[in-house]
């Protein structure tokens, strides 16, 4: 009789050629094709949900259209998509999570700044590299750190310097700024002000508003009646009772003029009854929703891609509209992933600081199918991307595009040296 | 924005919430006040309220006044069903024990809120007013369909009030609310009682989440604040006290547009938590409550 404590001759030969097939297996399948894993920190639920939804469609597509192509350094890739209910506690746990648990080579993708900050000094603990698309100057300022990155979109600093001189020319001089009340809304105000003071203009009143707000015409009557332009910006599922409260309050009355980050009508269509007043006023916007007459070559593809129409909404539902001037980041900062894994010669995590330095050596980023919102310039020094940036007007209850800036025009003196601190 | 206009735009925007706050609040107090029972998933039915509304009026073909008119009878009456549900599953099985109840109705908060996530998403969607019509005064202008929640609640609210006290149900009710025992001897069926209350209460608070979606939007999370507030205003009230709980609602409300205006909405809040330390601390029984 045969047992565990008396096994055959044949039974432990078996045994023991199964034991070797068993080690042997995974190493020789990781030599063929052993994915990359990409962890994506994914605003699915909480505040940032619409903006969740559309990065992940973004991401996913990007995704396709790189392994059809072959993958990364011929390994395919993989997306590990892990929510974060946009909230900052919740956030680092989700860089270890991803890290840790689930092996990822680095992660990816955060949007609002506030989960931005509480995550990224996980990933510095972590030492693996983390590469946000959240449009704040908390990368550029110097307050994070050497694994922090942001390769995919433009800095609102950046964004707000090419904005002034358009505004202080066309629009008025004497603005009043309503902003949330955060480091994203901060950024907006520390260096708006600052800009339109260089163009001889004034801030006549800053009007912060707490990000979970519901109601907002308690706020309006603080805009001063000399006011000549209405800057406002901003987030969260709100946003459209911000700008339907903002047209009931002007009415039919006289009005200043309005000048919005896209923030504002992010997810929200711009023919919605309601926000009729916004016609003729002016957006900025990263990448026109609209598609534009002058729109790149690769942008239908793009649009096909993600499943966007020309509308910017998507193509399976018209009411729902994207984050157009968000969302193209997460594409873009895979195809830099892609680029920088394949330059440093990439192969796991042990290769994690190499592959920061690569990144960090990247400066220009041409135009084509892989960055669909423009030609870019990367600072290593900064871990800052810059793009050109766009101002649109709405006609007809569409954004129309009426203004391109240059890249130099964003650009600013570096805060910070990131290239000389240690891993 | 001169001294007058804008006080008057705070005291509009004051009794907006005050409207809705009374409403919810009147429900947390009608159940505390019969049932004993401290509702923690109050602001989970006026959630409910309100995403209820975006699917009825999403599903309903005709024009958007009558898709709300829809809103307003069924989703209030949804909610209502599955309260009187959780009540006969959950508090009734507890004996309505003060403390467990208390821990039951955390709980069902986050059934309902993730339940809500599961099966609505966490979108935030809007529901499209009855009506579109701007009132143009000289300095600004607002939205007629607030004035109309004004209304609308008041209406409601005169509704209940004649409900508990000109109607037998509402007589049954009191009785029940003063003395439980006594009420049961004289033949009065307790547990159907409580039943209607509880669902009677989550019904007005999923009644307020409908008259709010249309000027905020139907999100998952939307529970929160009500239900702090609705506290604040049933503490100050006195629990159980209807004419305390619209009286509080009024000086909460009113308090919080003109302090928000005037000063910041952060102060707001601050002052009406630090009344609620006082009335706990002066008058423990409330404004208008009974002694314990």
Known sequence: ?423 | MAFGPFLLLALMEGLVTAAVLALAAAGLSLVFGVMRVVNVAHGEFYMLGAVLAWAVTTMFPGPPALAFLAAVLIAPLLVAALAAAADGLILKRLNYDPEATIVATIGLLYILQQAALSLYGPNANPVTAPFEWRIQLPWFGYSGYKLFVVLAAGLILLALWLFMTRTKAGLIMRATQVDRTTAQAFGINVDRVYMGTFALGAGLAALAGVLIVPIQQAQYLMGHDPLLLSFIVVIIGGLGSLRGTLIAALVIGLSDGVISMFFTPTLAKILATLLVALVLVFRPQGLFGAKA
């Open chain 1, 1 to 423: 009789m045969t047992n565990l404590l008396h096994p055959t001759r044949r039974g432990l030969l078996m045994a023991g050629g199964a034991g070797l097939l068993t080690a042997a297996l995974p190493g020789y399948v990781a030599a063929q094709a052993a994915p990359i894993k990409i962890g994506f920190q994914l605003h699915r639920t909480g505040i940032g949900a619409a903006y969740g939804r559309w990065y992940e469609r973004t991401a996913q597509a990007a995704l396709k259209a790189i392994n059809d192509a072959g993958g990364i350094g011929g390994r395919p890739v993989e997306i590990l998509f892990e929510d974060d209910a946009t909230d900052p506690k919740r956030g680092s746990e989700v860089v270890d999570k991803l890290t840790q648990s689930d092996g990822c080579d680095l992660v990816m993708g955060t949007l609002f700044s506030h989960v931005v900050m509480g995550s990224a000094p996980r990933a510095g603990e972590l030492k693996v590299p983390y590469l946000v698309c959240s449009e704040g100057y908390h990368v550029a300022s110097g307050a994070l750190n050497r694994w922090t990155l942001q390769p995919g979109i433009t800095d609102v600093r950046a964004q707000i310097s090419t904005m002034a001189p358009w505004v202080a020319a066309n629009l008025g001089k004497k603005v009043t700024m309503v902003f949330p009340d955060y480091a994203f809304g901060h950024d907006h105000r520390d260096f708006f002000t600052a800009a339109i003071q260089a163009q001889g203009g004034e801030v006549i009143a800053q009007i912060a508003v707490p990000p979970t707000e519901t109601s907002f015409t308690r706020y309006f009557p603080q805009i001063p009646a000399e006011t000549e332009v209405l800057y406002h910006v901003m987030v969260g599922p709100a946003v459209l009772t911000f700008v339907k409260e903002l047209g009931e309050f002007y009415g039919t009355g006289a009005k200043p003029q309005l000048f919005g980050f896209i923030d504002s009508l992010e997810a929200v269509d711009t023919a919605t009854p309601g926000l009729e007043f916004l016609e003729g006023s002016h957006f900025w916007e990263a990448h026109p929703r609209v598609k534009a007459a002058d729109a790149g070559e690769h942008e239908s593809a793009y649009r096909a891609a993600v499943g966007v129409d020309d509308n910017g909404a998507s193509v399976s539902d018209a009411a729902d509209v994207s984050t157009y001037s968000h969302m193209f980041s997460t594409w873009e900062t895979l195809y830099f992933i892609k680029q920088a894994m394949e330059a440093s010669g990439y192969a796991g995590p042990a290769d994690r600081q190499k592959l920061v330095e690569a990144m960090e050596a990247i400066t220009d980023l041409p135009y084509g199918i892989e960055r669909p919102q423009g030609a870019k310039r990367f600072n290593g020094k900064t871990h800052q991307v810059f793009g050109s940036q766009n101002i649109s007007q709405v006609q007809g209850g569409k954004l129309v595009k009426v203004h391109t800036t240059t890249i130099d025009e964003g650009l600013y003196e570096d805060a910070v040296d990131y290239t000389t601190m240690s891993f």
